[in-house]
């Protein structure tokens, strides 16, 4: 489908309008045209352009918690089922934790005890035979996840709703107001009106310049990707061990998914990181490689501050070291460089739920998932949501 032609009509009337063409809104519309729904997606962009698209594609399950657990394992069978309907790739690689200290090992064992089968401890030598990082304590292997090119995904899957019956996608069509009447909302968009039984509005962060409630608790917190060179271009086992395997986590990883949060260990390894290296606590510098085609590798990610426009070098430079730390390289190369723009909810620690869904009209949902992880859990979330507004 060209998303440059001229776009046809917009329908009089749906049983569903989502606003956004997120993974989080078309987690909503694919789930409703499940149900035989009728359904209008709504973007103001040409393109894909939000930040999912953005992301690193992980869709990391077994270190969620409690309902984001359960949305990550639904999510987790409902990529694999999309994947197959629509045509992307959905890579069934499985992600290594990797840990450099004891402390962060002993965090990782109580997840494999917590976990019954999802998650096996690894020692030096697996770490080594799965992962280039040849010099680690140990680590956890974690068969359960999956990756996948966000960008190709999201296009895919506005490309196959586009084609099923009763299912529309406007690009470039922004919505403006909602007016609830009697089981119904006329919804006001830059190409016309549409009345829609029941609304979703999945517009992440902007969601306040629709809906000012719903935004009241989110800040947009920018994350800093970069994409590098290949870092072991003359190890040639090395370079086939990161193109074909797993994801690869780093330790500061445990400080921040929801199911390390049950482990003892945890106050050791964030006492030790305060002393050593305050400055990746600071920038929440969260290290995952994602291996690309042409042997490029995906970085991310660290937290811009919120004081300094654009990028943040020093944020950069702490990716970069902490990779070639990880990985035992020299400096790396970087091809690229761009920002993930998520929204946050205020608190001092997390939480095993990061949904965040308000009803600032009747019939109509404004949903967000916080903390980077609608790849995750919204597909799994979605259910959930039209169960109790239809």
């Known amino acids: 489908m060209s998303h440059d032609s001229a776009p046809p009509p917009l329908p009089a009337k749906v049983d569903l309008v989502v606003v956004g063409a997120g993974i989080v809104g078309l987690a909503h519309a694919v789930e409703a045209h499940a149900r035989g729904h009728s359904v209008l997606v709504l973007d103001g962009a040409a393109r894909p352009d939000g930040s999912t698209a953005r992301r690193s594609g992980h869709v990391a399950v077994t270190t969620q918690d409690s309902t984001a657990l359960a949305c990550a394992l639904a999510s987790r069978e409902r990529w694999l089922k999309l994947g197959r309907d629509a ?16 402390d962060e090992l002993a965090v990782l064992d109580d997840l ?7 998650a096996e401890l690894l020692d030096h030598r697996s770490v080594a035979d799965r992962t280039p990082v040849a010099h680690a304590v140990g680590g956890v292997w974690l068969p359960l996840d999956l990756r996948l090119d966000p960008y190709a995904a999201l296009l895919a899957i506005c490309d196959w709703l586009s084609s099923r019956p009763q299912v529309d996608v406007a690009w470039r069509t922004a919505a403006q107001t909602f007016d609830a009447g009697s089981g119904c909302t006329l919804v006001r968009t830059s190409r016309g009106e549409v009345v829609a039984k029941r609304v979703v509005v999945a517009a992440g962060q902007a969601v306040g310049s629709l809906f000012w409630s719903a935004g009241a608790d989110l800040t947009p917190v920018r994350r800093q990707l970069l994409r590098v060179a290949p870092p072991t271009p003359d190890d040639v086992a090395a370079q086939a061990r990161l193109a074909s395997g797993p994801v690869v986590l780093g330790g500061t990883t445990v400080l921040r998914d929801a199911a390390y949060l049950h482990s003892r260990a945890l106050g050791e390894v964030r006492d030790r990181w305060r002393r050593h290296r305050p400055d990746l606590l600071a920038a929440e510098i969260h290290l995952s490689l994602h291996s690309q085609a042409d042997g490029s590798v995906v970085v991310g990610d660290g937290r811009a501050p919120a004081d300094v426009p654009g990028r943040s070098e020093a944020v950069d430079g702490l990716l970069l070291d902490a990779t070639a730390e990880l990985l035992g390289t020299g400096p790396l190369t970087v091809l690229g460089r761009w920002t993930a723009t998520e929204p946050v909810r205020a608190r ?3 939480v095993a739920d990061p949904f965040v869904v308000t009803e600032p009209l009747p019939g109509v949902r404004t949903v967000n998932v916080t903390d980077g992880l609608a790849t995750t859990t919204a597909l799994g979330l979605a259910p959930r949501v039209l169960d109790e507004l239809f």
Do not use: C, K, Y
Not at 87 to 102: K, P
Not at 112 to 118: K, L, P, S, Y
């Open 348 to 350: 001092t620690a997390p």
């Open 87 to 102: 045509g992307f790739g959905v890579r069934e690689s499985g992600a290594v934790v990797v840990a450099q200290h004891a």
């Open 112 to 118: 494999v005890a917590a976990r019954a089968g999802d």
